[in-house]
């Protein structure tokens, strides 16, 4: 079911995620999980929420843009691409394959556009 139908509100601070542990390769700090759940489409792209609990962990991106909506993390990028400090309300567009490590200091919630 499509969520995003139009004329009404979600409310991404509060939208229930079903976390798991982040896969043990993936893994640079801590005991880090992640959930995310898809709200629909809209222009071809997926939306979505995703959240992170504290801790690091080695990704590997999808060409999207995000909105912080709660907590704060460090992003560092593999190809020494200057690291991003990340709070509530912060923008940001990653590109599909850049590696990172998320380090995440207070649970991180974003709504996403990919």
């Known amino acids: 079911m499509n969520a995003l139908a139009?004329?009404?509100v979600i409310?991404?601070?509060t939208v229930p995620l079903d976390s798991s542990e982040v896969p043990s390769e993936q893994v640079a700090e801590g005991r880090p999980?992640?959930?995310s759940t898809p709200l629909?489409?809209?222009a071809g792209l997926e939306i979505g929420v995703w959240e992170m609990s504290a801790g690091a962990m080695r990704d590997t991106e999808a060409d999207e843009v995000f909105v912080?909506?709660?907590g704060s993390a460090r992003v560092e990028f593999e190809d020494?691409?200057?690291a991003l400090e990340l709070g509530v309300g912060d923008v940001v567009r990653l590109l599909a394959g850049a590696k990172t490590v998320w380090t995440v200091h207070?649970?991180?919630r974003k709504v996403y556009l990919a």
């Open 106 to 108: 207070e649970p991180l």
């Open 33 to 35: 999980r992640t959930g």
């Open 40 to 42: 629909g489409t809209f």
């Open 68 to 70: 912080v909506i709660a």
């Open 80 to 82: 020494g691409t200057a």
């Open 11 to 13: 409310k991404a601070g």
């Open 6 to 8: 139009p004329h009404i």
